[in-house]
């Protein structure tokens, strides 16, 4: 396996996830393509950590634990927004959320 | 590069991951796609099991598909239009907006995979099979004495804050 077969996966995964942000009409869709393009970051940067690194030294992995740290909070306030969006509008497909539409 | 029962199993975890991926961001089904993300989540984890990342696998299992997984399917269930019809993805994409969608991320992809077959520092760079100690005890030492410490604590802070924020968010409005 050589760095380039990680990153050929990372740039699928992170198409696919802009992809989904793009088109999707649900508001979880759209927080399953964020997770999908977080995820090819960290595998980004474990791939590097492991090819572009000496061995011991795992930098990258702990950049990609912090990074797994935040997708987990992120995805915590996403979804008590989404909660909050639903109860006021009773649908979170976002282009029904236009209030603020001038 | 010959072709062992390594590379089989390499190739399994990356196809697994990208058709998975790919059932994620085209079922209507929102239940469906989901459970297809836990297999996304799933093949990811064995990639980082042939960086020789365990703890990272370990916590991508844990927290991904232990605990936002479980956030997502929660989220669907509170938020499904009716209970009664399947929990669907209505109304249905606009046929401008799915195009448009599909040129930019296809041309991104384009790009991406021309930066990645053009970089010359990238090139050659082999697994060459060396089996690393297990990474677990470094991590710990380099977080929490070593030059990670201020990282971690402000993350610890800025869980903590999502926590309330998160709480203080979806909480029912108490009305006097």
Same mark, same amino acid.
């Given at each position: 396996m050589t760095l380039q077969h990680y990153l050929v996966i990372s740039a699928i995964l992170f198409t696919l996830g802009?992809?989904?942000?793009?088109?999707?009409?649900?508001? %979880?869709? %759209?927080?399953?393509?964020?997770?999908?393009?977080?995820?090819?970051?960290?595998?980004?940067?474990?791939?590097?950590?492991?090819?572009?690194?000496?061995?011991?030294? %795992?930098?990258?992995?702990i950049i990609a634990i912090f990074g797994i740290v935040l997708a987990a909070a992120e995805a915590a306030v996403f979804l008590a927004i989404i909660l909050a969006i639903y109860r006021e509008f009773g649908s979170i497909r976002p282009n029904e959320v236009d209030t603020l539409k001038g | 590069m010959e072709f062992t029962l390594k590379t089989f199993i390499f190739y399994g975890f990356a196809l697994m991951t990208v058709a998975s991926a790919l059932i994620v961001v085209t079922v209507r089904n929102i239940v469906? !796609? !989901?459970?297809?993300?836990?297999?996304?989540?799933?093949?990811? !984890?064995?990639?980082?099991? =042939?960086?020789?990342?365990?703890?990272?696998?370990?916590?991508?299992?844990?927290?991904?598909?232990?605990?936002?997984?479980?956030?997502?399917? =929660?989220?669907?269930?509170?938020?499904?239009?009716?209970?009664?019809m399947p929990i669907q993805v209505k109304g249905h994409i606009e046929r401008g907006q799915l195009l448009l969608g599909g040129v930019i991320a296809l041309a991104l992809l384009m790009l991406l995979l021309t930066v990645i077959a053009n970089t010359p520092a990238?090139?050659?760079?082999?697994d060459d099979g060396t089996e690393l100690p297990p990474t677990t005890e470094r991590i710990g030492e380099l977080i929490l004495n070593g030059p990670f410490l201020l990282p971690f604590e402000v993350v610890s802070v800025l869980l903590l804050v999502a926590l309330i924020g998160a709480a203080l968010i979806s909480r029912k409005e108490v009305r006097d």
């Amino acid at each position: 396996m050589t760095l380039q077969h990680y990153l050929v996966i990372s740039a699928i995964l992170f198409t696919l996830g802009i992809f989904a942000v793009l088109t999707r009409r649900n508001a %979880i869709s %759209i927080l399953m393509g964020i997770e999908l393009i977080l995820n090819s970051c960290n595998l980004n940067f474990a791939a590097f950590s492991r090819f572009m690194t000496p061995p011991e030294d %795992i930098s990258g992995q702990i950049i990609a634990i912090f990074g797994i740290v935040l997708a987990a909070a992120e995805a915590a306030v996403f979804l008590a927004i989404i909660l909050a969006i639903y109860r006021e509008f009773g649908s979170i497909r976002p282009n029904e959320v236009d209030t603020l539409k001038g | 590069m010959e072709f062992t029962l390594k590379t089989f199993i390499f190739y399994g975890f990356a196809l697994m991951t990208v058709a998975s991926a790919l059932i994620v961001v085209t079922v209507r089904n929102i239940v469906h !796609a !989901a459970f297809s993300l836990m297999v996304t989540l799933f093949g990811v !984890a064995g990639l980082y099991v =042939f960086l020789q990342a365990d703890f990272l696998a370990a916590t991508q299992v844990i927290v991904y598909v232990g605990g936002i997984l479980v956030l997502i399917l =929660f989220g669907v269930m509170m938020t499904s239009e009716r209970f009664d019809m399947p929990i669907q993805v209505k109304g249905h994409i606009e046929r401008g907006q799915l195009l448009l969608g599909g040129v930019i991320a296809l041309a991104l992809l384009m790009l991406l995979l021309t930066v990645i077959a053009n970089t010359p520092a990238w090139k050659n760079l082999t697994d060459d099979g060396t089996e690393l100690p297990p990474t677990t005890e470094r991590i710990g030492e380099l977080i929490l004495n070593g030059p990670f410490l201020l990282p971690f604590e402000v993350v610890s802070v800025l869980l903590l804050v999502a926590l309330i924020g998160a709480a203080l968010i979806s909480r029912k409005e108490v009305r006097d």
